[in-house]
């Protein structure tokens, strides 16, 4: 396998028809209702949706961190290099998680305790998963915060992490995820809480550690700036399933979902200054509230009686493929029936 | 739009002070430090900067929830600091509030109608009846409508009890109304309505804004001039489209060059600033910004810049431009 070009052969994630329930007092909830997709070596990709659409369940459940018991894997199943990880016992996925598999959370500030030292909390994984002795993880560690750019890494170290500022935190928790060079890394909302200029500084750390480790990342934000800087194919989510899945230049030059398209006709850059913006109309729904149709149908500008009753696969299109009726004439493929 | 001043800021200081035990000298926190702007009738004025540069601080001062350290702030005219309390209470009809979260920021014990009518109340406007009426008036502005009346805020998403939160500012008819940061909790999808909301309404009433926000498209898009905060100090100030092509001063140009491209294929000359914004309770000396700075010179380390001010009405406060 060659390091440029040959990245898009190895298969390191495959979610194949991932769905998720939450038991609560209230009855069943579906949070993620079908999701197929998959992540190659070296890339990055990219789930962008509204609060509610699923996409942090999705990557909780990659990361076996559903909260049990409420929370479980109704139907489907996840690979990583092609062993299934989706039914493993606590004990096998420990094995994996920090190792195989690694997460950044959306929080630096609350993601790390706050009564154990950057030193103590970074050599965690080091311990479980590796063989090392005390120097030599003390010192992998430094070299490690050395490489994300933290200044005085050898005081850092013996800090508590209220002594870091936002930043610092969210290159902390990218230093401990890094640490077992894993094969995925899943960020979540990674520089959400963060400035712009400290964001623009993350964002460049995340490309040029990927790129060097030829790791596979999976990036999850509500924020299409992000997508367009750091993401090679992204994933629409709504409402539980995947919209539209294309690759990162085709869905800014050429969306096909309505959804998509909305999303994307609503930023501010594209609007003419002081004049309305284009919003979508009404609001995400609730999961006890998804039509039974189409889930976009209510919002949707194009919509017609078809969308209403029946709900759309995944179709197959030149390049994309997308969940709407108004391309079905167009489509050789259905990526997957509705069940 | 008027060139007529409804609010002026002059000089205004809001220092705190952090207690450090028995026998320690406090430590004083600059959360302002000195800024000086006006704000036109019918204008929306932004301030934008990141965490911690005091623009929220500015905001709440402006309407007295924080009483300022030093100096004037005129709201047509009078100097609302020698206000006594009830007066103050009174000229708050006039100037209005709008929080960034709308979860946090409404009662969750009342229901909309309390909430709505309240303001109404405490100002002895109109009877009973032609209060519930105003409310109904005021959510179908908003785009609610009647039957949300008796709901509490709970029942609502994020967007809808923005809208709430909105409304309430509005009810009262005010002149100027102050937005922290209005729009940074919803999602993309909805922010787009309230920012459409906000701009439909103050073509109705004719509202004066001042619109604090970290986000620097919002504020391009809606404001109609802009101050940067960096450390409690207004780094620099124009018309907004003035500022995004043509920034001065070194911290808005990274500012401007560190928001996310907009295509796959936009090229961007980007600024990284290296390091972190320094605490406001030790700020560097001289020019605030000069560790981060890539054009920093001798003096800006020993010595404060002083504002320049252009014919067409853009400051700066940077040395670069003192010739």
Redesign the interface.
Same mark, same amino acid.
């Given at each position: 396998m060659n390091k440029e070009g040959g990245a898009l052969n190895n298969k390191i994630l495959e979610v194949k028809d991932l769905q998720v329930r939450f038991n609560t007092s209230m009855g069943t909830v579906q949070p993620v209702r079908g999701v197929d997709f998959q992540v190659h070596e070296g890339e990055t990709l990219g789930i962008v949706g $509204?609060?509610g659409c699923g996409k942090s369940v999705t990557s909780l459940a990659v990361m076996g961190l559903l909260p049990s018991p409420a929370g479980y894997i109704a139907e489907g199943e996840i690979l990583l290099e092609g062993k299934r990880i989706s039914h493993l016992k606590e004990r096998e996925m420990r094995k994996l998680r920090g190792n195989d598999i690694a997460m950044i959370f959306q929080e630096p500030m609350t993601s790390l305790n706050p009564v154990f030292t950057i030193g103590e909390q970074l050599s965690e994984p080091l311990r479980q998963h590796t063989e090392l002795s005390k120097k030599e993880i003390r010192r992998k560690i430094i070299e490690m915060l050395k490489l994300v750019g933290i200044p005085r890494a050898e005081e850092i170290i013996d800090e508590y992490p209220h002594q870091l500022? *936002? *930043?610092?935190r969210q290159r902390v928790m990218i230093s401990l995820a890094m640490l077992c060079k894993p094969k995925l890394l899943i960020a979540d909302e990674p520089t959400t809480a963060l @400035? %712009?200029?400290?964001?623009?500084?993350i964002? @460049?750390l995340m490309k040029k550690i990927k790129s060097e480790n030829q790791m596979a990342m999976l990036l999850i934000t509500? @924020?299409?700036? %992000?997508i367009? $800087?750091t993401c090679d194919r992204v994933i629409v989510m709504y409402a539980g399933e995947i919209v539209e899945n294309t690759d %990162?230049?085709t869905l800014?030059n050429e969306p096909k979902h309505p959804y998509s398209q *909305?999303?994307l006709a609503?930023?501010?850059?594209?609007?003419e200054?002081?004049?309305?913006?284009?919003?979508?109309?009404g609001? %995400?729904p609730r999961p006890d509230e998804i039509p039974k149709g189409c889930a976009f149908s209510t919002r949707c500008p194009h919509v017609s009686d078809k969308c209403r009753n029946e709900r759309p696969p995944l179709l197959k299109l030149n390049h994309q493929s997308c969940r709407c009726w108004l391309y079905e004439g167009e489509t050789q493929e259905v990526m997957s029936h509705v069940k | 739009m008027s060139n007529e001043a409804i609010l002026e800021v002059r000089g205004l200081k809001k220092f705190y002070d952090i207690e450090q035990g028995w026998f320690k000298d406090n430590i004083q926190v600059k959360a302002v430090d000195d800024i000086s702007f006006h704000v036109n009738k019918g204008e929306t004025f932004g301030i934008v900067g990141e965490s911690g540069c005091g623009k929220s601080t500015t905001g709440r001062t402006i309407l007295r929830l924080d009483e300022p350290t030093e100096g004037q702030i005129l709201f047509e005219g009078s100097d609302i600091n020698l206000l006594s309390y009830e007066k103050m209470r009174r000229l708050r009809r006039k100037m209005q509030m709008v929080f960034q979260d709308p979860y946090a920021s409404l009662n969750p014990k009342k229901t909309i109608k309390q909430i709505l009518t309240e303001p109404l109340r405490v100002h002895q406007l109109y009877s009973k009846k032609e209060r519930i009426e105003k409310a109904i008036e005021i959510l179908e502005i908003v785009g609610l409508s009647s039957y949300h009346l008796e709901r509490y805020p709970h029942e609502f998403s994020g967007g809808q009890r923005q809208r709430i939160g909105i409304a309430k500012a509005v009810i009262l008819n005010p002149e100027l109304i102050v937005a922290d940061e209005p729009v940074s909790a919803l999602d993309v999808s909805v922010q787009s309505q309230v920012i459409n909301l906000l701009l439909q309404l103050q073509d109705k009433f004719n509202l004066t804004y001042i619109f604090i926000s970290h986000d620097l498209g919002v504020v391009r898009h809606i404001t109609d001039r802009v101050a940067v905060m960096y450390l409690g100090k207004i780094v620099e100030l124009a018309e907004t489209e003035q500022l995004f092509t043509e920034p001065m001063h070194p911290y808005t140009k990274a500012l401007i060059s560190a928001v996310p491209i907009n295509h796959p294929d936009e090229k961007k000359e980007r600024i990284v600033l290296s390091g972190d914004v320094p605490s406001p309770a030790n700020p560097p000396n001289g020019c605030t910004f000069h560790p981060r700075c890539a054009s920093c010179m001798d003096i800006c380390k020993r010595e404060k810049p002083p504002v320049i001010s252009f014919d067409d009405g853009h400051t700066v406060a940077c040395h670069l431009y003192t010739n």
């Open positions: $509204e609060s500022s *936002g *930043g610092m @400035d %712009v200029t400290i964001q623009a500084q964002l @460049d509500h @924020d299409l700036g %992000v367009a $800087e %990162v230049r800014f *909305g999303l609503s930023l501010p850059k594209l609007n200054r002081k004049q309305n913006l284009y919003s979508i109309k609001n %995400v | -």
